[in-house]
Structures are given as structure tokens and as C-alpha cells.
């Protein structure tokens, strides 16, 4: 028995509120993603105008927020795309079911009240053919239906970025750790802030750091070491361990700038066009993408060969070293080392360096300067307890060439950082009050003794050698020597623009030149309360310092009695006159 | 369809939770940074002290 074609069921399916549901998703996702992006765009805003070393972190740390919403709205993305197809299909299917229903109806009313339409093949035929168009319709939307369903079941969704063991900020933590993103409480908060340390005085770092919960202090070195390793204030130890960590990802990140830009030098022409202009010269025009692949893989570089100078000297087996500053963020690579602890110091040095130096190329030999110091100072040493450490302090863009050292702005961005530095050296000191005594030579005079006139650098002592100028206002308590020997050729210096006082006060009473350079003499303004400490001859008191140091560059020469004197006001005692 | 909707709702839940609370603390703490920006900027024009540090201690850092 053949059966009637059964009347068709009205549209199951609402496809207006299907498709309504996948424009009301798409919106969400539109949103939630785009409230991502706007939080990335504003960070990156900042990020504009900073470039403290942690910057690049702080960037990356933005990407998983975007990639976060970016995921989430992609899925939901593609269920508003599953939906909206669902719901095409289904009105397609429900479109055949109507035609469909108007032909059963039309034919049920034939055929209903007698069966006698069995009889008659060609209503047989298109009752088989109803019945067909109908169920063809049903299994239409069914499959539709199915189609869907699988199609969001199979749209994957990132679970949130799981815990990374690599430190990298929001590759992050699962909701609901002890702090923002599973870092200990008190660290994100400054980590995503790169305003934090604004106005804060190294003290200010000190007691900060010092409130943090240990698990705190571990994660800052763990994760953000930038934040902490040049930052005064910050113990010496943590500084150590959190810039000896990053100069081997420095490396690494800078290994594959030099593979990338090398790539880039060696696949773009030089030269992008080349023009005759009248009498047969020509006119090359570079290309720009070579030419800044050039200047960038001279920065690269300097940089690499910085961090290869700094891993010699920190490696140095005895006395211990602190890798107090390693700054390869800005023009030049800037660092400071330490030879012995000088958180535990109660005489401290620090060696300023002048023109032309620069980490790659003195480094090296400023750091066996300041160990040779650091040696001699514990040997004259005469009170039981005294500790000593000598720091190496090229934290400042140098003046490249002598043409450059007659200009005070090299000093005038040095010195804030290098008081900076010597009141951070106060601050963490754990033997109470150290004796700071900055030693500087040649510009690095300048330096220093313009970081002096901050009272807040808590500096004892000044020692200046080969001073074309020692800065000015130095601020009062400090004592103040100056060392010249009598054919250092910064005489020519004082000789044509001592007097202008372009570098400060020029720490010597007259220049006297010998035969050794042009045989000139003169007489400067008495520099006042700067005390002449002789550089030839040996002292009274030691028979054995008898090295007289000649020219420009022989102050920190071992067993001279530049170097004795050097010694004799680091540790406080009377130097020889 | 129903059913597989709310299988993604279980699924991407913890994703849209977790990403839009990061979203919120990010934008939270820009508004702070770009406020102690500001401030620091107004300092530094007129010249008080607070500005004399951050400048001496920050210009080289930040291009202001």
C-alpha cells in the first residue's frame, strides 16, 4: 500500500533569528576584538616615546593581549560564519519545502477521501515524486543542520596562553594566580608601567624593592631583568645575576639582527639608480633599504662586540665582578662593572673614563685599572674591616673624538646618570655609610665632577687627572684633588681655552708645558680648593711607588705615584704631597 | 545546533574571560602610564623640581 504524501510541516527552522544570532555573534567578536586591538594601539602609543631597555619586553608582553582577543574573535568569527551559512542553507531547504507544500496540498486534496488515485499510475507518479521533493527538502535542512553543528564543534579555540617557564610576560598564567597573571603580587603592575620609576630616587628603588615578597624579587630577575639590572637602587648581587642573564639573550637576539641584515645587504643592490650629470660626472642614488641595513649592522655590531668585551671581564676569575649596568638600548653601548661586592664595600671608587672610550674597545682595560686599584687599595689598606671595591663606570656616551671633547654636553648627559649611579651605590650598601671616590680622567673630570655637584650622589671624594676641566659647583664636602703630569698634552687644552671655563673649572693653578711639547707656559685662574697631588717622584712612605707617569695616559700605571695617590684618598688616608 | 553552540560557549568561555580581563589591565595601566606621562611633561615645562629629576634622570631614556 502505497502511502499519501503527508502534509508538510510549517518552517521548523526560524532562519531570520539564525541569521540575527550570527550577526549579534559577529558584533561580539567585532568588539572583543577590536577593544584588544585599541589596548595594544594606546600601549604602543607609549611605547612611541620610551626606550628604557625593557621596552621591547614590555611591547611583547602587549602581543598576547592582542593575540588573546584576536583568537577568541576569530572563533566566534567563525561561528557567525557557521550560522550564517546554516542559515542560508536552511531557508534553500525551507524555500523547496513551501513549493513543495502548495503542490501536496493541491494534491492531497485530489486524492484524500479515496484511495482510488492508487490506481491511476500518474497519480502514483506524483505522489512518489511529493514524497520525494518532501523528503529531499527534510534531509536539505537536516544535512544543513548537521553541517553547523560540526562545522562549530570543529572551530578551535586556544585555550589562555599557558604557564611559560621562559619568562615572557602574559605568555602568562592561567586566571586566578596569587598576582595579575600569575606572577607574585607586586610585579606586573610595574612591569606593564614604564613610567613606574619616574622621579623615584635610587633610595625610593631601594625601599621598594626591598618590600617585595622574595617570590617577587625572583620573578623580576626570572622575567623581566631589564626592569632591574641597570636600575639603581637594586642591589648589586641582583643587578649581577639579572644583566649576566640578558647579555647571553642580548646575544642571541642580536646574532639574528646580524643573519637578517647581512641577508638584506648581500640580496639589495647598493646602488638603486645612477644618473650623468653634465661633464660626464655621475650621480649614484643609494638604496635606502641597503643603506639602513648598513648603519643598523654597524650598530649591530658595536653592540655584539660590547657584549663580547663585557663576557670577558665579567668572567674574570678573582676578585668577583658585578655586572652593574650593561645598556645596549641607545647610541652606544653603555655599561658599568664592579670589582669586588659593592653593596659590602666601605670604600668605594669609581673610575671615569674620557674620549674615545667606548665598552667594545676600553672596557677590557679599564676593568684591569680598576682591579689593579682594587688590589692595591687592600694592600694599603691599614684598618681591619675595610672592604673595597672599584667600579669601571662607562655609562655614558663618550666624546667619539678630541674634536668633540671641548663641547660640556657629553658631561651634561653623563653626570646626572653617573650621581645617579653613586647614590644607587649608597643606597644598597649594606656596611652603612661608604666612602665614594670618583676618579676621573681626561673628560670623564668633567663628568665627574659635574655628577659631584649633586649633593644627593653622596660623593666624599674627587680625584681628577688629565683634567681639561673638572665641571663646576661641586658640591661642598667634597674633597677635591687634581693630578697633571707635566707633559700631558692637555695642556694645549688649558692653554687655548682653559680659561673659557667651557669644561668647568679647570683643577690646575698655572700650565707650565715642557720642551716635550710646544715649550709654553701661563697662568690659569687659582682653581679653588683643589688640592695638587704630584705625579713624579716617590712618596715618603713608599719607597717602591716610584713610576712617574708621563703624558696624557699613564695616571692608573701600577706602583706610579699618580697611582699610590689614587689609592691613599679612596681609602681615606693622606695621599702624598 | 543548539547543543554545539553551547559546547563552544563551554569551550571559549575561559578564552574571552582571560582575554578581556588582560585587555581591561592594559588599558588600565596605559591610562596611568599616559597620565604620569603627562604629568611629567606638565612638571618639566614648568620647571619644578620633580620635573628637574625626571628630566635629568629620564630624557636620555624617553623622547619626549
Redesign the interface.
Known amino acids: 500500500v502505497r502511502r499519501l504524501v503527508a502534509p508538510v510541516p510549517g518552517a521548523r527552522i526560524d532562519t531570520e533569528s539564525v541569521f540575527d544570532a550570527a550577526r549579534a555573534v559577529s558584533s561580539a567578536a567585532e568588539t572583543h576584538a577590536s577593544t584588544g586591538a585599541d589596548a595594544s594601539v594606546s600601549w604602543l602609543r607609549v611605547g612611541d616615546g620610551y626606550s628604557a631597555p625593557e621596552s621591547q619586553q614590555l611591547m611583547s608582553a602587549m602581543t598576547p593581549v592582542r593575540m588573546a582577543t584576536e583568537g577568541f574573535a576569530g572563533a566566534a568569527q567563525a561561528v557567525a560564519r557557521a550560522l550564517t551559512t546554516f542559515a542560508l542553507e536552511a531557508e534553500a531547504a525551507q524555500a523547496k519545502q513551501v513549493r513543495a507544500t502548495s503542490a501536496i496540498s493541491s494534491f492531497r486534496a485530489v486524492a484524500t477521501g479515496s484511495d482510488s488515485w492508487q490506481d491511476d499510475p500518474a497519480l502514483v507518479a506524483q505522489n512518489t515524486r511529493l514524497t520525494a521533493e518532501a523528503a529531499a527538502a527534510e534531509r536539505e535542512l537536516c544535512e544543513a543542520e548537521e553541517a553547523c553543528a560540526r562545522a562549530i564543534a570543529a572551530i578551535p579555540v586556544d585555550a589562555p596562553a599557558p604557564v611559560s617557564t621562559a619568562g615572557t610576560l602574559g605568555a602568562g598564567a592561567p586566571l586566578g594566580g596569587n598576582g595579575t597573571w600569575g606572577y607574585p603580587d607586586g610585579v606586573v603592575e610595574v612591569a606593564i608601567n614604564p613610567l613606574f620609576f619616574l622621579g623615584k630616587t635610587p633610595e625610593d628603588v631601594t625601599a621598594w624593592w626591598n618590600g617585595l615578597s622574595a617570590e617577587a624579587q625572583a620573578a623580576f630577575v626570572a622575567s623581566f631583568p631589564a626592569i632591574v639590572g641597570n636600575r639603581d637602587g637594586i642591589p648589586a648581587k641582583v643587578r649581577d645575576e639579572a644583566n649576566r642573564a640578558r647579555l647571553s639573550s642580548l646575544r642571541t637576539q642580536l646574532e639574528g639582527d646580524e643573519d637578517r641584515l647581512t641577508e638584506i645587504m648581500s640580496s639589495t643592490p647598493e646602488t638603486r639608480d645612477t644618473f650623468s650629470l653634465y661633464g660626464g660626472h655621475l650621480l649614484r642614488l643609494q638604496n635606502p633599504e641597503w643603506s639602513e641595513a648598513f648603519s643598523e649592522l654597524a650598530r649591530v655590531r658595536e653592540n655584539l662586540a660590547a657584549i663580547d668585551a663585557l663576557t670577558q671581564v665579567v668572567d674574570s676569575d678573582a676578585p668577583p665582578r658585578f655586572l652593574l649596568v650593561a645598556d645596549l638600548s641607545g647610541r652606544v653601548p653603555r655599561a658599568a662593572v664592579a670589582v669586588g661586592n659593592p653593596d659590602e664595600a666601605t670604600h668605594l671608587g669609581v673610575l671615569v673614563p674620557g674620549t674615545s672610550t667606548t665598552v667594545a674597545t676600553k672596557m677590557s682595560e679599564l676593568d684591569s685599572e680598576a682591579a689593579d686599584i682594587y688590589a692595591k687599595a687592600r694592600e694599603q689598606s691599614r684598618v681591619p674591616g675595610d672592604s673595597i671595591s672599584v667600579v669601571a663606570w662607562l655609562d655614558y656616551e663618550a666624546p667619539p673624538e678630541l674634536i668633540n671633547a671641548t663641547s660640556r654636553s657629553y658631561a651634561q648627559k653623563g653626570s646626572p646618570d653617573l650621581a645617579t649611579f653613586s647614590a644607587g651605590l649608597g643606597a644598597t650598601n649594606t656596611v652603612g655609610e661608604p666612602r665614594i671616590t670618583l676618579m676621573g680622567h681626561s673628560y670623564g673630570a668633567v663628568v665627574a665632577g659635574d655628577a659631584a655637584a649633586e649633593t644627593a650622589a653622596g660623593v666624599d671624594s674627587l680625584v681628577v687627572y688629565g683634567a681639561p676641566g673638572a665641571g663646576s659647583n661641586i658640591a661642598d664636602g667634597v674633597d677635591k684633588f687634581a693630578m697633571l703630569a707635566p707633559d700631558d698634552p692637555i695642556l694645549r687644552y688649558h692653554a687655548s681655552l682653559g680659561n673659557l671655563g667651557a669644561l668647568g673649572e679647570v683643577p690646575y693653578p698655572q700650565w707650565v708645558t715642557t720642551s716635550m711639547i710646544d715649550p709654553v707656559s701661563g697662568y690659569l685662574d687659582m682653581a679653588d680648593g683643589w688640592e695638587q697631588l704630584p705625579v713624579t717622584g716617590s712618596p715618603s712612605s713608599g719607597e717602591s711607588w716610584s713610576e712617574e707617569s708621563s703624558g696624557h695616559s699613564q695616571y692608573l700605571k701600577n706602583q706610579s705615584r699618580s697611582q699610590f695617590n689614587l689609592v691613599q684618598v679612596l681609602l681615606g688616608n693622606e695621599p702624598s704631597r | ?1 543548539q ?3 553551547d ?2 560557549a563551554a ?2 568561555t ?14 588600565d ?2 591610562d ?3 597620565q ?2 603627562g604629568d ?1 611633561q606638565g612638571d618639566m615645562a614648568a620647571g619644578t623640581d ?1 620635573g628637574r ?2 628630566n ?3 630624557a ?5
Open positions: 545546533v547543543a554545539a553552540l559546547e563552544f569551550r571559549a575561559p578564552l574571552a574571560l582571560w582575554s578581556a580581563e588582560r585587555t581591561r589591565a592594559v588599558a595601566g596605559t596611568l602610564a599616559l604620569a606621562y611629567a620633580r629629576t625626571e635629568e634622570r629620564f636620555p631614556r624617553i623622547a619626549w
